[in-house]
């Protein structure tokens, strides 16, 4: 295995391997495995160097071992990291990331651990070194980098989604009401607009939740040299806003729903849709709130959020059903994974009407409260 040889202190009691189990380990291992002399030239080299490096040992053999760094620096930054007195075992790294190269320029990240190797009389008489090609592992980890960020991104999104959303229903209606056809032509176009781009932004909030569901991207590039991960925006489907505006006919008129949501501009926005449905709303900032008005009051329907400080949505769910059994509950959620399967649980305990996500359509909040009160 090239012309240095392994010196280590004698163990009382070890039995020593005959050399030929270390070379055939060696070779066989999958991993990169590279020995090189003194002043860095490469004197043994793996089959697993072979298929990841993309080297034959004809081309490799002899050459310098900065040949399989994109730099020269690079090379040098692990030989400085060998010889640190940073390390726990003077001479050796263990898992240190670096960049190697292969036969076709292509950088990849890598976790090597190496050696110094010392004759008997203690000077340094070479180095090996094995590398683990972790570009799968560091991808692994950009793609639960994205599902949190997903996770988060939807529910610090969604929830000004959801009161933009009701605000704007509210504005086309009190246009509606009161201004003059030709005013109303015109605001009424702005506030489509509005709705539209409202749309769009809620669009890419469920790309990206899909993306992170799926566990993979592509990525585009943005500027030389700079990635940016591809949302596939022309690909994107924009619902169509329904032309026909929120009604129930008056059947919710007299009716009174709890309206429970720890965000204090989503609580108010749809118990404003609800109100101008004729419903006698009730907003809680949290589920002991509506448990506490609920002990006192009889209501026709819950409305809550999932995630709440003091207790969730389900939670608030399993308390209803058993100390008011006749009134109905529905949740809703501003996060798009349902990391705590509040969800899951809920329709497994009997809660059938889930609205999974914000921002929810008005038209579709009024005809959902209609069905479950009516």
Known sequence: MGSFRWYQPPRLGLKELPKVYFERLLESSPDIVVAVDRKGTIIFYNDGAKQLLGYTSEEILGE???KVYPSAEEARRVMDALRSDENMVAGSIRNFECQLMNKAGEHFPAAMSGSI???ERGRE???IGFAKDIAELRLHEQIETLGELAIGLAHEINNPLESLVNQAEMLERYLRAKATDEDYRVEHDRIDAMKRELRHIQAIVERVGEMADVGSYGTIEYLPGKLMIDLGLDTLSIEEEDEAPASTNGHLGGRTIVVVDDDSDVCHSVADILAAEGCNTITASSGVEALAYLSNHDVDLVLSDVVMPDMDGYELFQEISEKHPTVPVVLMTAYYYDKD???K???AGGLSDVIFKKP???QRLVELVDARCG
């Open 64 to 66: 310098h071992v900065s």
């Open 117 to 119: 190797i010392y004759d």
């Open 125 to 127: 008489h070479g180095s």
């Open 341 to 343: 399967h509040v969800l």
């Open 345 to 347: 649980r809920s329709k």
């Open 360 to 362: 929810i359509k008005p």
